[in-house]
């Protein structure tokens, strides 16, 4: 199974930070790479997919990027609605898995 | 207007079982495939089942393989997680999701439902 490992498992930064996430993959995955933010009490929502591309209606302060092994995400000026975990997940192969999450706070 | 409702969850004892539902509306529900995916009360994300849009092909993840069974009723735009000899750690909110335009990424998702499996 490909294991995905986020980090930092939580962060807390001012609004207008740029915050970045990383996830690292146990082998190479290409660009079979997804992000989502999940909100408490919700369903996760796609934000990124195919490691770099942003899903319609997603603000374009999020952004996404790497390849093979090691992806970054990327708020580049964190909002107050931004407050979530979000989550990287290869689709390379099954299993599906997803990284341990990444939750974001404000300072 | 895109739409995944799941319903089924509850309470249940350990070794028991429970059918979850995820009714669809607002896409052609038969050319999708269909997924579950869970969340265990303040974990992460759990890739749990998947089912094309041909019936045949299923996948489960290692933890509920042999207890569960995914399916799907096309004519009732449906899609069913069955969950047998149910364990605590099985206790999560079930989402069903799928990648409806996107060819591999959850980009619709239900609301969850919550199973808590305990005596």
């Known amino acids: 199974d490909i294991q995905m490992t986020q980090s930092p498992s939580s962060l807390s930064a001012f609004v207008g930070d740029r915050v970045t996430i990383t996830c690292q993959a146990t082998?190479?995955?290409?660009?079979?790479l997804n992000w989502y933010q999940q909100k408490p009490g919700k369903a996760p929502n796609l934000l990124i997919y195919?490691?770099?591309n942003l899903e319609t209606g997603v603000p374009s302060r999020f952004s996404g990027g790497g390849s093979g092994t090691d992806f970054t995400f990327t708020i580049s000026s964190l909002q107050p609605e931004d407050i979530a975990t979000y989550y990287c997940q290869q689709y390379d192969s099954l299993p599906l898995t997803f990284g341990g999450g990444t939750r974001v706070e404000i300072k | 207007e895109v739409q995944l409702v799941e319903s089924g969850g509850g309470f249940v004892e350990p070794g028991g079982s429970l059918r979850l539902s995820c009714a669809a509306s607002?896409?052609?529900?038969?050319?999708?495939?269909m997924n579950w995916v869970r969340q265990a009360p303040g974990r992460g994300l759990e890739w749990v089942s998947s089912?094309?849009?041909?019936?045949?092909?299923?996948y489960y993840a290692d933890s509920v393989k042999g207890r569960f069974t995914i399916s799907r009723d096309n004519s009732k735009n449906t899609l069913f997680l069955q969950m047998n000899s149910l364990r605590a750690d099985d206790t999560a909110v079930y989402y069903c999701?799928?990648?409806?335009?996107?060819?591999?990424?959850?980009?619709?998702w239900g609301q969850g439902t919550m199973v808590t499996v305990s005596s």
């Open positions: 089912i094309g849009a041909s019936y045949d092909d299923t």
């Open positions: 082998q190479d995955i290409s660009n079979s």
């Open positions: 607002g896409f052609t529900f038969y050319y999708y495939a």
């Open positions: 195919d490691a770099s």
């Open positions: 999701a799928s990648t409806i335009v996107r060819d591999n990424a959850f980009d619709v």
